[in-house]
T-cell receptor
Framework: KAGVTQTPRYLIKTRGQQVTLSCSPI?????VSWYQQTPGQGLQFLFE???????NKGNFPGRFSGRQFSNSRSEMNVSTLELGDSALYLC??????????????FGEGSRLTVL | AQSVTQPDIHITVSEGASLELRCNYS??????LFWYVQSPGQGLQLLLK??????LVQGIKGFEAEFKRSQSSFNLRKPSVHWSDAAEYFC???????????FGSGTQLTVLP
């Protein structure tokens, strides 16, 4: 069974630009969550999508947005990039229902550098 | 709001020695509890989880963790560490159906030969 796939793995942008990151979950998983990992703030929850609906959202500004498609693939977008957005962005998938909602399967992440 | 504390930023142990990584959480009820491991340049891998029932849970790679309600702790243990265990370890909590994990700041494990 293929794991969670994130693209691109690495990217460099400049301040003010926008970026779109993609995540393909494990087959059969309907929930996709996004986390930001930085040395200073650690791992922080961005949002979670289930069946194309945002079900939960963390404490991030509106520049951070996401969506989920009918095949459960998800994208996140960051507009008007700031230096502080440099981070590893991790996508995680899960079944999304039942008792094991916290059992997340993570991708290897997309490392974003903002210059 | 819930929080997770991992008091040890960095731990060094010799190969073959025992290991205990500490995790304390703050939450009004018993949350779901998890330990994840992250190797350099990789995503996170679930080691074990606690939802309810037996307070001693077994995970992959020979790890186990014990939930102690009275101490709000969920410490990770391994009786004999292998060099391949060198990585960063994260404790996490999910308060029921909130569907989001709150992670601790992580403990970096170094294993000496």
């Amino acid at each position: 069974k293929a794991g969670v796939t994130q693209t691109p793995r690495y990217l460099i942008k400049t301040r003010g630009q926008q970026v779109t990151l993609s995540c393909s979950p494990i087959s059969g998983h309907r929930s996709v969550s996004w986390y930001q990992q930085t040395p200073g703030q650690g791992l922080q929850f961005l949002f979670e999508y289930f069946s194309e609906t945002q079900r939960n959202k963390g404490n991030f500004p509106g520049r951070f947005s996401g969506r989920q498609f009918s095949n459960s693939r998800s994208e996140m977008n960051v507009s008007t990039l700031e230096l502080g957005d440099s981070a590893l962005y991790l996508c995680a998938s899960s079944l999304g229902t039942g008792p094991n909602t916290g059992e997340l399967f993570f991708g290897e992440g997309s490392r974003l550098t903002v210059l | 709001a819930q929080s997770v504390t991992q008091p040890d930023i960095h731990i060094t142990v010799s190969e073959g020695a025992s290991l205990e990584l500490r995790c304390n959480y703050s939450y009004g009820a018993t949350p779901y509890l998890f330990w994840y491991v992250q190797s350099p340049g990789q995503g996170l891998q679930l080691l074990l989880k606690y939802f309810s029932g037996d307070t001693l849970v077994q995970g992959i790679k020979g790890f186990e963790a014990e939930f102690k309600r009275s101490q709000s702790s969920f410490n990770l243990r391994k009786p004999s560490v292998h060099w391949s265990d060198a990585a960063e370890y994260f404790c996490a909590v999910e308060p029921g159906s909130a569907r989001q994990l709150t992670f601790g700041s992580g403990t970096q494990l170094t294993v000496l030969p």
